[in-house]
């Protein structure tokens, strides 16, 4: 037996991935045990959570990886900053503090904390443990895989051949050229948080028109071999927290504030940033298909991979689809950097020679129990009782228009709740999209929810979708006309949705097929089991913060219901 422990952290969203004889066991963000969002810092409650699920000591482990080189960023760091000398001037102490500290010694720490000799702690490149997220997640024994993100050590885009247990570098794009750093950038110029906003950027985007394009001609420039940014308009070097520089809005106009409430219905400068955000979507649609045509070129393989955080774009990956030329396409729920620690696991495993195995589903994280809900809800005075049928009492809840808080079974691997912590509803009228995002998750009004539908029922509500995508929402599809009355609180602006697909087999397939008899309509509103600023609940006494703080009418966890 081999057990590979994966560790991503020191940029944000740390995570562990377990990995026994090629099998993964548990996967896990650091974010989920310290309620932090995208929490960045050693993922040692992750790792430890992902051991206890193996019953395992770390004494036991074979390697434990990290999933990039840490000597390897810090030369790339102080190459930029001696290129950019003097600009960086003002810069360079902070990033050679934050270089010499934790980052350069993590495999010390990893060692000292896991108690794991160091000798077994080792590193892959962190495009490496993209594409090994991507490709040995995958069901193919032969695709092309794209990595595209801000920067790994010194590559912000890898164009990879994976061939059974190995995988190829065929083509690099290196920093400070980056579709990553190109949409963070426009992430802060729009006044949203980067590695937090740029979701927010995509479902902007539908609201505006791509009416800079000429601007935008001279920020990036796409061509068959990749693409180039105009670095005069980006300030990576000199001002991290924004990444642009005062060229750009004088390009574009000026940024919008964090903070400002949108108003985009009349408003000329919400009207402006809608518009920026459009632009800025096609323009990497157009980039991820020119890089899809070439890593096909390369490779000659008929089934596509794709990881980094920029593989998190839903729209994108749904164009993708239907115009990149592959007859198969995949993207593991979790492609950004909390994927790293999945891909170096696998990556390490594969280096062995271990068996592969398919990633069918993302519930990797840790369970709950109804006897230790009941107990909780008891002690602090809430109404609780226990539920003969999980499924009618949800259902029954449901379809009389209720809005739920729902948690099962083990939490998922990734940014997106797939049914295990939830808050679910019915798809319309469009006022319970308006309640979800005003009352209870109080959030910007642009932002859309996803629908979560039977598998088989699915083609009649929505157009053509990537089906291997769609049980992990990271794709989107056309609401069909014809049924987006039905679907009201679940079509966004342009008609789309970000569909996820479920197995009738399932808990929550189950739940769709009694509402469908119930309603006609075996479709639910999806959206995740959190605050505004919060990371998706994990355990008992995550959810029951929830609904004390946000007025969801009811809360059920495992067999218990909690009721007002």
């Known amino acids: ?8 952290a020191n940029s944000h969203d740390a995570a562990a991935a377990l990995v026994i004889d090629g099998q993964l066991i548990a996967a896990m963000q650091e ?6 969002k995208n929490d960045a810092h050693l993922p040692l409650g992750a790792a430890r959570a992902c051991l206890a699920m193996a019953k395992l000591d770390p004494r036991a482990l074979d390697e434990v990886v990290f999933y990039e080189n840490p000597y390897g960023k810090l030369e790339r760091v102080l190459l930029s900053m001696l290129r950019t000398f003097p600009k960086s001037l003002r810069q360079f102490p902070r990033a050679l503090a934050s270089q010499l500290g934790n980052k350069l010694w993590v495999l010390d720490a990893l060692s000292a904390k896991l108690g794991v000799d160091r000798a077994r702690v080792t590193f892959r490149d962190h495009h490496a443990s993209h594409a090994a997220s991507a490709y040995f997640a995958s069901p193919f024994s032969r695709a092309a895989v794209l990595t595209v993100d801000a920067v790994g050590e010194e590559t912000s885009t890898g164009l ?3 061939e059974g247990n190995s995988l190829t570098c065929k083509a690099r794009i290196a920093f400070p050229h980056s579709l990553g750093l190109l949409y963070s950038a426009l992430t802060a110029y729009l006044g949203f948080e980067v590695n937090e906003g740029e979701y927010k950027v995509m479902g902007l985007a539908a609201y505006g028109t791509p009416r800079f394009r000429a601007e935008f001609e001279r920020l990036i420039q796409v061509d068959d071999q990749g693409f180039t940014l105009s670095l005069e308009y980006f300030d990576s070097h000199t001002n991290t927290e924004v990444g642009f520089s005062s060229k750009l809005e004088a390009l574009l106009g000026p940024r919008r504030m964090p903070g400002t409430p949108w108003r985009l219905d009349g408003n000329a400068e919400d009207a402006r940033a809608a518009d ?9 649609e157009e980039a991820l298909l020119r890089l899809a045509a070439r890593v096909k070129a390369l490779t000659g393989a008929n089934a596509l991979c794709l990881a980094g955080g920029v593989a998190l774009n839903a729209v994108a990956n749904a164009r993708l689809f239907r115009e990149a030329g592959f007859e198969e396409f995949f993207v593991q729920p979790a492609a950004g950097d909390a994927g790293g620690a999945l891909g170096a696991a696998l990556l390490a495993s594969a280096e062995r020679g271990e068996p592969r195995g398919t990633f069918t589903h993302a519930a990797w994280g840790t369970g709950v129990s109804g ?3 009941f107990g909780l809800a008891t002690a602090l005075g809430l109404k609780a009782s226990r539920l003969e049928s999980v499924v009618e009492g949800t259902v029954e809840r449901l379809v009389r228009g209720e809005v739920l808080a729902f948690v099962q079974g083990r939490f998922e691997w990734g940014p997106r709740a797939l049914g295990h912590r939830s808050v679910l509803a019915l798809p319309a009228p469009v006022e319970v999209k308006e309640r979800i995002n005003r009352v209870i998750k109080r959030r910007e009004p642009f932002r859309p929810f996803a629908p979560m539908v039977l598998e088989g029922a699915a083609a009649a509500y929505f157009g053509a979708f990537a089906p291997r995508l769609a049980p992990f929402m990271t794709t989107v599809a056309e609401v069909r006309v014809e049924a987006r009355e039905k679907l009201a609180a679940v079509t966004h602006v342009d008609g789309s949705a970000r569909v996820q697909t479920v197995s009738a087999g399932s808990l929550c397939g189950e739940v769709l097929t009694r509402v469908g008899a119930e309603t ?3 479709v639910l509103l999806n959206t995740s089991l959190n605050g505004q600023g919060e990371p998706i609940v994990a355990t008992e006494a995550d959810a029951v913060a929830f609904f004390l703080a ?14 007002r």
């Open 1 to 8: 037996m081999s057990a590979i422990l994966g560790i991503s």
């Open 31 to 36: 974010e989920r045990f310290t309620r932090i």
């Open 160 to 162: 990879w051949l994976g």
């Open 276 to 284: 920026v955000a459009a632009t800025l979507q096609v323009v990497l």
């Open 371 to 373: 006897d230790v809900a």
């Open 520 to 522: 006609g309509v075996p």
């Open 550 to 563: 946000h007025p969801v009418d009811a809360l059920i966890i495992a067999d218990v219901v909690i009721s």
